[in-house]
């Protein structure tokens, strides 16, 4: 069974850290005032805003240190990552998930995370939250960033979304698992990899190859990722990049062909995404998906 | 002659050659490949697309070629056909494949170029009358997916070396790297016991290590685990190359092979060619090649080398996979030996 983090009260505390790639401190800035705007205590880590002249946000000592520090930070309530990039996946392994485990704690963002989430999913058995991170708040507020603010304090989300013509209709209850696709396939095969088996699975992914997609498909169907599916969610594929030679197919089509054997409800252009669409989702936890011609919508059991 | 040229010819220090000798090796090895039987004159080599798009014109050179060497050749239908990016929907490419596995007459299959499509076909395709009758599938980059499956599923040796698009057009303005790469398929395919002499680089782990030889395009293998063409390292001589990643993505591929299993057991790792796509203004990644993949073995104490010659670049030599081969790595000279 996975366990639930408790969710937040007015005067509990965030701890933002810088897992992955480097952020500057003024990035973060609206993030901080609007999470204490919902009434919460803000703690900052060191690598937000670090003296790191490459990449990352800081050594993988320094970014393990103070995810592990966080972890395991009885006064921190919720953990909120201030970006992506790439650079979990090199601290995963040394982190210690036992006083976590005891006492968990909602561990929030995407991308890279998806790394994190997968961990905690599999490994640690905790529910984690796959939602916007720090910079999502120099938008300003919105209905994506108030559906952090809901998931947070325990609010069940209700998502609709219009049809797409790709649409499988259906309605399902199942987990919901997932993040960002090139993740998930990097996974594979390590221990890491989610068994996605009568799960709701979502994906997302941005600045990719279509014909790497592709690629990337075949291998979640390979390592039987896509057959017992209870549901698919395929959130926006943004930015994507073609070949010299035109692919000849657009993502979204080369999903659906991927699928094309399998019977579940999909639905496709779901509000989860590199860009504004970005919605609150608690990976772990079950969800109906009901799929009809008219309208999709994503319901928290 | 020529095997004197191809071998003195990548030794930047010819003086001092054995450091170590080779006599044989007492090896258990379990399950070993089967070695498909090696071509004689006369023999067809046949040409087929599983993956990207190439014209008649572009295969021409290499169709001179392997005629020079002695062998007839079979062009498949998938040359010349263009779906997109492909040379040829999935059915067709598929079908050129097949018919060209199951043709007895055929003893080696030589693709036209990678591109991607080599695992859009790989589940569909029957490998059952190969198996009684192997022979030798030549390629790299997409093809890496068949190194893999005709390996792990079928233990049968193949060979990871260029194919049609690298054959130079005019073979007499050829630069001698490029002629002695090509040869080299040539050697391979006639049963010479095959020997690579390549430069120290001074980030080497030293060491002398024998076993199978695995490997090809990084990239391609990091999208196989999970599958069923997911390759087993243990106890093998592992080489990758790559082309046009960033470093931070190259990093994430090394922690899926160590995550995964696949360096955790190696005799020997091999790191060829890897092109390098510059990171973004602003965003240095901070690690080289070397730094990138030695911090993933610093725990294990096999033989690690840089710079070996194979990859998507003119020096890329022909290489017999599922064979055994001993790596030595010293300091003042690096070699790879096929073991008979």
Redesign the interface.
């Known amino acids: 069974m996975i366990k639930i983090p408790p969710y937040l009260k007015k005067g509990n505390c965030i701890g933002i850290t810088c897992p992955a790639?480097?952020m500057a401190a003024q990035k973060a800035q609206a993030c901080i005032n609007m999470l204490q705007n919902w009434g919460f205590e803000v703690m900052v880590g060191k690598t937000l805003g670090s003296k790191s002249?490459?990449?990352?946000s800081g050594t993988d000592a320094q970014r393990r240190d103070e995810m592990q520090a966080m972890l395991d930070d009885e006064n921190i309530h919720a953990i909120l990552c201030g970006r992506g990039?790439?650079g979990v996946?090199?601290i995963i392994?040394e982190l210690d998930f036992t006083k976590f485990k005891k006492n968990p704690k909602w561990v929030i963002g995407f991308s890279d995370v998806t790394v994190l989430h997968a961990h905690l999913f599999k490994n640690v058995k905790v529910a984690s939250l796959h939602a916007p991170m720090a910079s999502a708040f120099n938008d300003g507020e919105n209905e994506y960033i108030q559906s952090l603010q809901h998931a947070i304090t325990g609010k069940k989300s209700t998502y609709s979304c219009k049809p797409h013509v790709y649409n499988k209709t259906g309605n399902v209850i199942a987990q919901l698992v997932g993040g960002n696709l090139s993740l998930l396939?990097?996974?594979?095969?390590?221990?890491?990899?989610i068994d996605t088996k009568n799960k709701i699975l979502f994906i997302e992914d941005i600045g990719e190859q279509i014909?790497?997609v592709?690629?990337?498909m075949?291998?979640l169907n390979?390592?039987?990722?896509l057959k017992n599916l209870a549901g698919l969610i395929v959130g926006g594929f943004t930015d994507m990049e073609d070949?010299e030679?035109?692919?000849?197919?657009k993502v979204y089509a080369v999903i659906k062909d991927t699928i094309a054997q399998y019977n579940y409800p999909v639905c496709f252009n779901f509000p989860v995404s590199h860009k504004k669409e970005n919605v609150a989702l608690k990976i772990g936890i079950e969800y109906r998906l009901k799929i009809s011609k008219t309208n999709t919508q994503l319901l928290e059991v | 002659m020529k095997r004197k040229q191809f071998i003195s010819s990548i030794v930047p220090l010819a003086a001092t050659l054995s450091a170590f000798a080779h006599g044989k090796t007492n090896l258990n090895i379990q399950n070993p490949t089967a070695i498909p039987p090696y071509l004689k004159p006369g023999d067809m080599v046949g040409i087929c697309c599983p993956a990207?798009?190439i014209t008649e014109a572009e295969i021409k050179p290499a169709l001179l070629k392997l005629n020079e060497w002695g062998f007839t050749t079979r062009v498949g239908s998938t040359v010349g056909k263009k779906?997109?990016?492909?040379g040829g929907t999935d059915d067709e490419r598929l079908q050129d494949l097949q018919q060209m596995l199951d043709d007895k007459n055929i003893k080696a299959i030589l693709f036209a170029r990678g591109g991607?499509g080599a695992?859009?076909i790989i589940?569909r395709v029957d490998f059952k009358k190969f198996k009684r009758n192997p022979k030798w599938v030549i390629g790299f980059s997409d093809a890496t997916v068949f190194h893999s499956h005709i390996n792990e599923n079928y233990r049968v040796a193949t060979i990871h070396s260029k194919m049609c698009n690298s054959f130079p057009d005019d073979w007499s303005k050829a630069e001698a790297m490029q002629k002695e790469t090509i040869e080299s398929i040539n050697l391979c395919l006639k049963g010479e016991k095959m020997k690579y002499l390549f430069s120290p680089n001074e980030k080497n782990r030293t060491g002398l290590a024998t076993g199978e030889l695995v490997g090809g395009n990084l990239k391609t293998l990091?999208?196989?685990?999970?599958?069923?063409?997911?390759i087993h390292t243990t106890d093998k001589i592992l080489f990758v190359e790559d082309t046009g990643e960033y470093l931070?993505?190259i990093?994430?591929?090394f922690?899926?092979l160590k995550?995964?299993?696949k360096l955790e057991k190696l005799k020997g790792l091999i790191i060829g060619g890897f092109k390098i796509k510059p990171?973004d203004a602003g965003?240095?990644?901070?690690k080289t090649i070397e730094e990138i993949v030695l911090e993933k073995v610093s725990e294990y104490d096999y033989p690690v080398c840089f710079d070996f010659p194979v990859g998507h670049q003119k020096n890329n030599y022909a290489l017999k996979c599922g064979v055994i081969h001993t790596l030595g790595v010293h300091l003042n000279e690096c070699r790879l030996t096929e073991e008979r």
């Open positions: 790639g480097y002249k490459n990449y990352f990039g790439y996946g090199r392994d396939a990097h996974l594979t095969g390590t221990a890491d990899d014909y790497n592709d690629r990337m075949y291998q390979r390592s039987g990722k070949t030679r035109p692919f000849g197919k | 990207g798009y779906d997109f990016t492909y991607y695992v859009r589940d990091e999208s196989l685990a999970g599958s069923r063409t997911n931070y993505s990093d994430r591929m922690w899926n995550r995964s299993g990171d965003e240095a990644f901070g």
